[in-house]
């Protein structure tokens, strides 16, 4: 059972570019957390895909595993960061946390 | 090359439908009775209490993000522990080294008083 | 993959990281005092000796299956990590205690920080550089925010966390990509394949331009630089003079290893999009810091436009072009410390947020003025100082491969920077101030302004010591690629 690597990276591509979209664009913290999952996860798509066609499916895999526990570790910093900024200032925009600009 | 999808569209669809069935089959063959005790939601026997949906305490999401870390890492003993027969004590060594280290964290929120529930 | 003597080259690394576990449970004692910094200190001292005097000096070793490489780039780098590190120990034993900042979270993140840092400059393997650059990012999200009850050091926290989380997954993507191009994590082998392989182009220059974006926000180029100033301006003073030297400096290695030894074949295409990144990069950071009235704001726009300088080396790539990029690193990284000590000092006794706060420091504490303006002349590149020679070199190396006006243009900026930073030494010297007594200084705050004037003043006047070791240094370690 094959299948050409193109789809699944087509996939990862259109995952990673809405992603980025929504993480650049989204002002609630905890939905551009959600964003850069998805990117993530696109990066876990291509990881896997491309290791299924090559020698070096290994490598790929172990990559991906790697990622996926990075993120928690990064999501669960980012949530921890956030819940001290609810705390205190009762919501989580970013766009009305700017005390420092310019 | 796309053939190989219609073994997974089968299964797809023998699952929904199987569903689907049996269903239809329990709404048609059973006596239909609903009462006030019937449709509340079922809380694990006891009278439900409030709304279904409340904010949660906001001391849950620690254990949340602690759970999450430590969950998220068991990852890496999978693999591990398929190899472990070939790689031997070198191996072992070092995941108790990676799994101290974790622990090592989670004893500092402890000590810290992160977890008692103030 | 059984257990050698390879763990010894690892040495260094495995000592800062028990000395970080060490910190951290020191630090939960009630009455920790100077104990976690001391460990952290000794720890830092201890590893970067046994860089110094350890085994395997002079050789190019790949260990672990291929994912460390122990070679000269690796320990120049790892070096220069533990020396800021150490220096930021010195900086910020007092005002972590100050501040009540928790002492064992402040140095284990510290030490974590620069253990990323030390990975990413040691490993060819896609994905060592890739769990280095992470170890680095996490920790430093957390240092940003250690100051919790200020709201300042969150947002700092919650913008770096935001934009570094981004960053991180686009510098994946393109690895992704690359790997799929190449079919290898070990830029030796993407090398050769991309070398032999040509069906593969396309995929292979989106991927490097994912990676040349997701580096460029961590080395705060422009127009990727947007969280910069505000986590410079926002985290607690030492970790923001930490991050702009050590962070930075490991970006760009992690840029020499992948650019130039994983893709030497795109050579073309990434130095055109460094030499614009760079030109944009210096020409913005100085212009931006003109206007700035907050120190650290100034400070970290100068540090955006001092990025754009090391790109130049980047983007030139040559022999000449790497050492210069060495040298200024290293003579940026005393100078910054060495600026911000000053900074701190003065932030004891009075908010030091202001240039206008700076009033009177001539008079108040004469010796940390004029350590100052010599920093402030370092970073303008005014001879007889480290930044002189560092501008210096990368000029050459420009002329030398043949683009002069990158020079010009550099000059140029040089000439732009001269007033802000020439405003601060006005402004301590020629303004009076209200308060007038007199600065006392603690013993860490002393030594790391002499360690940081001193270093100025040597790699200002004596050069040459450097730039043999600068010059010895080659980014593609010439080792077979034996799997």
Same mark, same amino acid.
């Given at each position: 059972?094959?299948?050409?690597?193109?789809?699944?990276?087509?996939?990862?591509?259109?995952?990673?570019?809405?992603?980025?979209?929504?993480?650049?664009?989204?002002?609630?913290?905890?939905?551009?957390?959600?964003?850069?999952?998805?990117?993530?996860?696109?990066?876990?798509?291509?990881?896997?895909?491309?290791?299924?066609?090559?020698?070096?499916?290994?490598?790929?895999?172990?990559?991906?595993?790697?990622?996926?526990?990075?993120?928690?570790?990064?999501?669960?910093?980012?949530?921890?960061?956030?819940?001290?900024?609810? &705390?205190?200032?009762?919501?989580?925009?970013?766009?009305?946390?700017?005390?420092?600009?310019? | 090359?796309?053939?190989?999808?219609?073994?997974?569209?089968?299964?797809?669809?023998?699952?929904?439908?199987?569903?689907?069935?049996?269903?239809?089959?329990? &709404?048609?063959? &059973?006596?239909?009775?609903?009462?006030?005790?019937?449709?509340?939601?079922?809380?694990?026997?006891?009278?439900?209490?409030?709304?279904?949906?409340?904010?949660?305490?906001?001391?849950?999401?620690?254990?949340?993000?602690?759970?999450?870390?430590?969950?998220?890492?068991?990852?890496?003993?999978?693999?591990?522990?398929?190899?472990?027969?070939?790689?031997?004590?070198?191996?072992?060594?070092?995941?108790?080294?990676?799994?101290?280290?974790?622990?090592?964290?989670?004893?500092?929120?402890?000590?810290?008083?992160?977890?008692?529930?103030? | 993959?059984?257990?050698?003597?390879?763990?010894?080259?690892?040495?260094?690394?495995?000592?800062?990281?028990?000395?970080?576990?060490?910190?951290?449970?020191?630090?939960?004692?009630?009455?920790?005092?100077?104990? !976690?910094?001391?460990?952290?200190?000794?720890?830092?001292?201890?590893?970067?000796?046994?860089?110094?005097?350890?085994?395997?000096?002079?050789?190019?070793?790949?260990?672990?299956?291929?994912?460390?490489?122990?070679?000269?780039?690796?320990?120049?780098?790892?070096?220069?990590?533990?020396?800021?590190?150490?220096?930021?120990?010195?900086?910020?034993?007092?005002?972590?205690?100050?501040?009540?900042?928790?002492?064992?979270?402040?140095?284990?993140?510290?030490?974590?920080?620069?253990?990323?840092?030390?990975?990413?400059?040691?490993?060819?393997?896609?994905?060592?550089?890739?769990?280095?650059?992470?170890? %680095?990012?996490?920790?430093?999200?957390?240092?940003?925010?250690?100051?919790?009850?200020?709201?300042?050091?969150?947002?700092?926290?919650?913008?770096?966390?935001?934009?570094?989380?981004?960053?991180?997954?686009?510098?994946?993507?393109?690895?992704?990509?690359?790997?799929?191009?190449?079919?290898?994590?070990?830029?030796?082998?993407?090398?050769?394949?991309?070398?032999?392989?040509?069906?593969?182009?396309?995929?292979?220059?989106?991927?490097?331009?994912?990676?040349?974006?997701? %580096?460029?926000?961590?080395?705060?180029?422009?127009?990727?630089?947007?969280?910069?100033?505000?986590?410079?301006?926002?985290?607690?003073?030492?970790?923001?003079?930490?991050?702009?030297?050590?962070?930075?400096?490991?970006?760009?290695?992690?840029?020499?290893?992948?650019?130039?030894?994983?893709? !030497?074949?795109?050579?073309?295409?990434?130095?055109?999009?460094?030499?614009?990144?760079?030109?944009?990069?210096?020409?913005?950071?100085?212009?931006?810091?003109?206007?700035?009235?907050?120190?650290?704001?100034?400070?970290?726009?100068?540090?955006?436009?001092?990025?754009?300088?090391?790109?130049?080396?980047?983007?030139?790539?040559?022999?000449?072009?790497?050492?210069?990029?060495?040298?200024?690193?290293?003579?940026?990284?005393?100078?910054?410390?060495?600026?911000?000590?000053?900074?701190?000092?003065?932030?004891?006794?009075? !908010?030091?947020?202001?240039?206008?706060?700076?009033?009177?420091?001539?008079?108040?504490?004469?010796?940390?003025?004029?350590?100052?303006?010599?920093?402030?002349?370092?970073?303008?590149?005014?001879?007889?100082?480290?930044?002189?020679?560092?501008?210096?070199?990368?000029?050459?190396?420009?002329?030398?491969?043949?683009?002069?006006?990158?020079?010009?243009?550099?000059?140029?900026?040089?000439?732009?920077?001269?007033?802000?930073?020439?405003?601060?030494?006005?402004?301590?010297?020629?303004?009076?101030?209200?308060?007038?007594?007199?600065?006392?200084?603690?013993?860490?705050? &002393?030594?790391?302004?002499?360690?940081?004037?001193?270093?100025?003043?040597?790699?200002?006047?004596?050069?040459?010591?450097?730039?043999?070791?600068?010059?010895?240094?080659?980014?593609?370690?010439?080792?077979?690629?034996?799997?």
């Amino acid at each position: 059972m094959s299948f050409p690597v193109a789809y699944p990276l087509i996939l990862g591509a259109i995952l990673f570019a809405l992603g980025l979209y929504g993480a650049l664009t989204q002002r609630n913290a905890i939905r551009i957390l959600m964003c850069v999952e998805l990117m993530l996860n696109a990066v876990n798509i291509n990881l896997i895909a491309f290791g299924s066609t090559l020698q070096a499916a290994t490598a790929g895999q172990l990559f991906a595993l790697f990622v996926m526990t990075v993120a928690a570790a990064e999501v669960a910093l980012a949530l921890a960061i956030i819940l001290i900024l609810a &705390r205190r200032e009762k919501h989580i925009d970013i766009e009305r946390v700017n005390l420092l600009r310019w | 090359m796309l053939q190989a999808y219609t073994d997974v569209l089968i299964f797809l669809l023998v699952g929904a439908g199987f569903v689907v069935l049996n269903m239809a089959l329990g &709404r048609l063959l &059973r006596p239909h009775n609903p009462y006030p005790e019937k449709l509340t939601p079922y809380e694990c026997g006891e009278v439900p209490v409030g709304e279904g949906q409340v904010p949660f305490n906001i001391r849950y999401y620690i254990f949340a993000l602690l759970f999450v870390v430590f969950d998220v890492e068991v990852v890496f003993l999978f693999p591990w522990s398929v190899v472990l027969r070939d790689l031997g004590l070198y191996a072992f060594v070092l995941m108790v080294i990676f799994l101290v280290m974790l622990v090592d964290g989670l004893v500092y929120a402890w000590k810290k008083g992160v977890l008692r529930w103030v | 993959m059984p257990l050698d003597g390879d763990v010894g080259l690892l040495l260094p690394e495995i000592i800062v990281t028990l000395a970080a576990v060490v910190a951290l449970a020191t630090g939960l004692r009630p009455q920790a005092g100077r104990a !976690p910094a001391v460990w952290a200190f000794l720890g830092v001292t201890a590893a970067a000796l046994l860089l110094l005097i350890g085994e395997g000096r002079g050789q190019a070793v790949e260990i672990w299956s291929g994912t460390v490489l122990v070679d000269g780039f690796a320990r120049l780098f790892k070096l220069v990590f533990l020396v800021i590190a150490g220096l930021t120990v010195l900086v910020a034993a007092d005002y972590v205690r100050r501040r009540g900042i928790p002492p064992g979270e402040f140095y284990l993140l510290l030490l974590l920080a620069t253990v990323g840092m030390m990975f990413m400059a040691g490993s060819l393997n896609l994905l060592t550089i890739y769990l280095g650059l992470e170890c %680095l990012s996490l920790a430093s999200y957390s240092l940003s925010g250690l100051l919790r009850r200020d709201a300042r050091s969150t947002e700092a926290a919650l913008k770096y966390i935001l934009i570094g989380a981004i960053s991180s997954g686009t510098i994946l993507f393109g690895m992704s990509l690359v790997f799929g191009a190449t079919g290898s994590l070990h830029l030796g082998e993407v090398s050769q394949a991309v070398s032999s392989a040509t069906g593969m182009t396309p995929v292979l220059l989106a991927g490097m331009m994912f990676l040349v974006v997701g %580096l460029g926000v961590k080395m705060a180029a422009v127009p990727f630089h947007m969280w910069a100033p505000d986590v410079y301006d926002g985290a607690p003073a030492p970790v923001a003079a930490f991050l702009i030297t050590g962070s930075e400096a490991a970006a760009f290695a992690a840029a020499l290893r992948i650019f130039l030894v994983g893709l !030497p074949s795109l050579r073309a295409e990434w130095t055109a999009v460094f030499v614009t990144l760079a030109v944009i990069t210096m020409t913005f950071g100085n212009i931006s810091a003109i206007v700035q009235t907050r120190i650290r704001r100034l400070l970290a726009y100068s540090a955006v436009a001092q990025a754009g300088y090391v790109m130049v080396g980047l983007a030139i790539a040559s022999d000449a072009a790497v050492s210069a990029m060495l040298y200024y690193l290293i003579a940026y990284a005393f100078t910054t410390i060495g600026a911000f000590t000053v900074v701190i000092l003065l932030a004891r006794h009075q !908010p030091a947020d202001e240039i206008q706060d700076f009033r009177g420091l001539g008079q108040r504490a004469p010796l940390f003025a004029l350590a100052l303006t010599i920093f402030m002349l370092s970073f303008i590149g005014i001879p007889p100082t480290a930044g002189f020679f560092g501008k210096f070199y990368l000029f050459q190396a420009a002329v030398g491969a043949g683009m002069p006006w990158l020079a010009v243009i550099m000059v140029i900026n040089g000439i732009i920077s001269i007033p802000y930073y020439w405003g601060v030494v006005r402004t301590m010297y020629l303004s009076e101030a209200e308060d007038r007594s007199p600065l006392e200084a603690p013993w860490g705050l &002393r030594w790391a302004t002499v360690i940081g004037l001193g270093a100025t003043l040597v790699l200002g006047l004596f050069p040459d010591a450097l730039v043999r070791v600068v010059n010895a240094i080659q980014v593609v370690p010439g080792l077979p690629i034996a799997f």
